[in-house]
């Protein structure tokens, strides 16, 4: 697999047409549907991209005015949308042995303090940003480090590629090492710097990024909210509830709140653009604030199996009314590609008694968390007039694939099949914005 020089993005033609197996989804499926009416799958179409927007799908095929990419027997669908993420822990993803308080001493925050370094954050951010397009994933919700220097490389290896990206540098006063603290006045000139040079410039928005209620104390978090209150197009991201340790700390520390969810709604960081990952120990009066306020959970699977965390109870999320988004959550997560946290998600949920579907996997990772995002008319589909986001992946890569991808009768079965044996190596193109980039 390789990536386009990024010098030679000018050649992309202004017209492009894409043929293949276009899948999306046009409303939300329901919980345990395998024919869903909510899926919109056109075999052997093309789809018309026109200045980087989407602009038709036809059957037919179109005139020699459009320059014309057969991928014809592939999956076509749109860009995956990681809504919780974090650039950088590439480097300890498989690391041996802890829980979620011993995983942020003893390998999370050494790998995080190398992001002082102008150099190393530039480094980071192109890995980071080239290996999610490598799986699929052209948009995400990240987390930098501390380090305003972390949050501009990423913002600008962003815009280099095309990428719809949201971030900021992470807001952490106590409870960390020497080089990952910062205080309440500095943080918050950062934190405006940023916002003023980024957020909403080229494909950018800007996150007030708490790294989790333990690491700031209520001066911090009293200012965060107020960054959030004073731009309602910010938006918020922070753990919630992953670990019933940390669940536990958290009330030590704040005796006054009444759980976890509720010392961020107390400073005003619980609203439509909050973006909480795991959510997995939240009880009925924190899934009901969830949906009164607009709020999302990002179902991280692969790092709850993984550290041990818990079994999201994602019917329960369904039946309060919140949006729950797919992400992967690496380091602590397994893998960037969110078709194998789709996998994990299934097992997740087989372990609860339930069975999660193909489709509701999949919206979680399209449109779901776009409309989530409050992106839904740019990202997360193949509709007239969406960015061109897109992915064309193989049905099947490998013998074993093959054979039981023949072998499936009806589309559920083969997307379903393909959910559970694709990875990156599946990924045969990858389009931001019209441009090949894989």
């Known amino acids: 697999m390789s990536f386009t020089n990024q010098k030679n993005f000018s050649s992309t033609p202004r017209r492009l047409a894409l043929r293949g197996d276009l899948l999306d989804f046009t409303a939300a499926p329901r ?17 018309l991209i026109e200045g980087g927007r989407i602009v038709g799908r036809q059957a037919h095929e179109p005139d020699a005015s459009w320059v014309r990419k057969d991928h014809a027997g592939q999956l076509v669908l749109p860009g995956f949308i990681d809504t919780h993420v974090h650039c950088p822990q590439l480097e300890v993803i498989g690391s041996y042995g802890t829980e979620l308080l011993d995983w942020l001493e003893r390998y999370t925050f050494p790998s995080e303090c190398a992001f002082a370094d102008p150099a190393r954050s530039r480094t980071g951010a ?4 080239d290996a999610l397009l ?3 994933t052209t948009s995400a919700v990240v987390f930098a480090t501390v380090h305003k220097t972390s949050a501009e490389a990423l913002f600008e290896g962003a815009a280099a590629r095309g990428m719809r990206l949201i971030t900021g540098k992470v807001l952490m006063d106590r409870h960390a090492p020497d080089g990952l603290r910062d205080d309440v006045v500095h943080a918050e000139r950062e934190c405006t710097d940023l916002i003023q040079r980024f957020h909403g410039h080229d494909r950018l928005a800007y996150a007030v990024t708490v790294r989790f209620a ?9 200012m ?3 960054l959030c209150r004073a731009d309602a197009s910010l938006y918020m991201q922070t753990h919630v509830a992953e670990n019933r340790a940390e669940v536990a700390w958290v009330a030590r520390l704040f005796p006054e709140a009444r759980s976890y969810l509720d010392v961020y709604e107390r400073v005003g960081l619980v609203h439509e653009r909050a973006v909480l990952a795991h959510g997995i120990w939240l009880d009925e009066t924190d899934r009901r604030l969830i949906a009164e306020r607009g709020a999302q959970v990002a179902h991280s699977p692969s790092s709850n199996l993984f550290l041990g965390s818990g079994l999201f109870d994602w019917p329960s999320a369904n039946s309060s009314g919140f949006n729950v988004s797919l992400a992967s959550d690496v380091g602590g997560g397994t893998s960037l590609n969110l078709p194998r946290n789709m996998l994990d998600a299934y097992k997740i949920q087989a372990l609860r008694g339930e069975r999660l579907t193909a489709w509701t996997a999949l919206h979680a990772a399209t449109r779901g968390a776009a409309e989530a995002l409050q992106l839904g008319g740019e990202i997360g589909g193949l509709s007239v007039g969406q960015t061109a986001d897109i992915c064309v992946w193989d049905w099947a890569s ?15 079965e083969r997307v379903f099949a393909w959910m559970t044996l694709a990875d990156e190596r599946n990924l045969a193109a990858c389009y ?6 894989v």
């Open 432 to 437: 931001v914005a019209g441009r090949q980039r």
């Open 398 to 412: 490998g013998p074993v694939a093959e054979v039981r991808d023949a072998a499936a009768r009806e589309l559920h």
């Open 214 to 222: 333990p690491t700031s104390t209520p001066e911090q978090l009293a």
């Open 134 to 136: 490598a799986s699929g």
């Open 31 to 47: 919980w345990g549907d395998t024919d869903s009416p909510a899926v919109r799958f056109d075999r052997d179409h093309w789809l």
């Open 224 to 226: 965060a909210g107020a």
């Open 126 to 129: 192109e890995v980071f940003l």
